[in-house]
């Protein structure tokens, strides 16, 4: 196993519920460093770029709205294998399918609102990295 890095964000619907700390805890407890952290208001040419994606979806202007409906906390988790653990410790998209103990589980409103979003492969996790700090904001 390497030691990855991995781009998190903490969703407007767990800012509005005071959740930060909790699910920071679940990160740490689970093995994970945070690496680079700020809460941020998302414009709206924001959001649509980092989920461009999704452009063609249909849940795409609902999700772009309900992540500039609040502030966000991007983050970058550092440690052993961080893609995979971290999608381990926010458990499936649909909190309805989410494991016992994961963030979704415990916290997710919806499967929109479902207050963690975590890169998929190493190539996403760069660019998503990228998209939001400096390399001079992350400290290891
Ligand atoms: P996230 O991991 O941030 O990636 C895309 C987001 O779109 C997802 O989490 C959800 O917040 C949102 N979303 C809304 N509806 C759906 C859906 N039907 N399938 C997948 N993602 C959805």
């Given at each position: 196993m390497a030691?990855?890095?991995t781009l998190s964000i903490i969703k407007p619907d767990a800012t509005r519920r005071n959740l930060t700390g909790k699910i920071n805890a679940k990160f740490e407890d689970g093995g994970l460093r945070?690496?680079?952290q700020k809460r941020v208001q998302l414009s709206?040419?924001?959001a649509e770029a980092f989920y461009g994606v999704?452009?063609?979806r249909g849940f795409f202007n609902d999700l772009v709205s309900f992540m500039i409906s609040g502030p966000?906390?991007?983050?970058?988790l550092e440690g052993e294998n961080a893609i995979a653990r971290n999608r381990e410790i926010m458990g499936a998209t649909n909190p309805a399918n989410a494991a016992e103990g994961?963030?979704?589980k415990e916290f997710?409103?919806?499967?929109e609102a479902n207050s963690v979003h975590g890169s998929d492969a190493p190539e996403t996790a760069a660019q998503e990295i990228a998209?939001?700090?400096?390399?001079t904001e992350i400290v290891g």
């Open positions: 030691v990855e890095r945070i690496v680079a709206k040419a924001q999704h452009r063609e966000v906390v991007l983050q970058v994961t963030i979704r997710a409103e919806s499967i998209f939001f700090f400096a390399g």
